[in-house]
């Protein structure tokens, strides 16, 4: 199995802009989640996905944040007029639930987004 | 929402000593990982362990569900382990929703 991948790994951005980052989760992995980390925390739960539908979304995800997963495969995290508190690691990862009543979350690399 | 709670938030080790992690939370959880995360930032599984004791190489996890806490074991560390550790929960409420929560981490740093 190849892991998640994200992309772009890194992302430098002005105020005011719109940014788009995508997931491809492990193949046929049904779940998937996204979290945000900024420096010195742990990571916190933004979104996530089982299959296409999207099943919780945290009160961090304002407004100005939409996610999509289309097709149940790859996921898409949009941010709107970005903001500087917006600067984080934004963290994808995968699993595959039900399996056993044991799911375990696999994490991608992670894209780093700076707003200047 | 659930509560993590690591310990000690910074350990400096010289290389071949051992160390305990230790994760306490205030909930019953239906899963607990324990990651490594790297200097460039990745999150490597190192343990799934809701309950029991788990052993892999040089490290090894014990979870007591009814206390509420899991504890890492690092032994004849090496340099290559220096990073932060996250232990990371998921409360069990008979729902299906899977979301961590994860404690601040363990920032170790190990020398030659």
């Known amino acids: ?116 | 929402g659930i509560q993590v709670e690591q310990s000690p938030p910074d350990l400096i080790l010289q290389e071949g000593a051992n160390s305990t992690l230790r994760c306490n939370f205030s909930d019953s959880v239906n899963n607990l990982q324990w990651f490594h995360q790297n200097p460039w930032g990745q999150l490597i599984n190192l343990f799934y362990i809701p309950s029991g004791t788990k052993q892999n190489g040089r490290l090894s996890a014990t979870t007591v569900a009814t206390e509420r806490y899991s504890l890492l074991y690092i032994s004849s560390s090496q340099t290559t382990d220096s990073g932060v550790y996250f232990c990371a929960v998921a409360p069990n409420r008979g729902s299906t929703l899977g979301r961590l929560y994860f404690g601040r981490g363990t920032q170790l740093t190990v020398w030659p």
Request: proline share 5%; with cysteine; glycine share 8%.
């Open chain 1, 1 to 116: 199995d190849t892991g998640v991948s994200q992309d772009p790994r890194h992302k430098i951005t002005k105020r005011g802009q719109n940014v788009t980052f995508r997931c491809d989760p492990i193949s046929e992995h049904n779940r998937l989640y996204w979290y945000r980390q900024t420096l010195g925390q742990g990571p916190e739960f933004l979104t996530y996905f089982q299959n296409e539908a999207q099943l919780e979304k945290s009160r961090l995800l304002s407004d100005r944040f939409s996610a999509e997963r289309p097709k149940g495969s790859f996921s898409t995290l949009e941010i709107q007029r970005t903001e500087q508190g917006d600067s984080a690691m934004y963290l994808c990862a995968s699993s595959s639930f039900p399996q056993g009543r044991q799911e375990t979350q696999y994490f991608g690399p992670g894209t780093r987004l700076l707003v200047l």
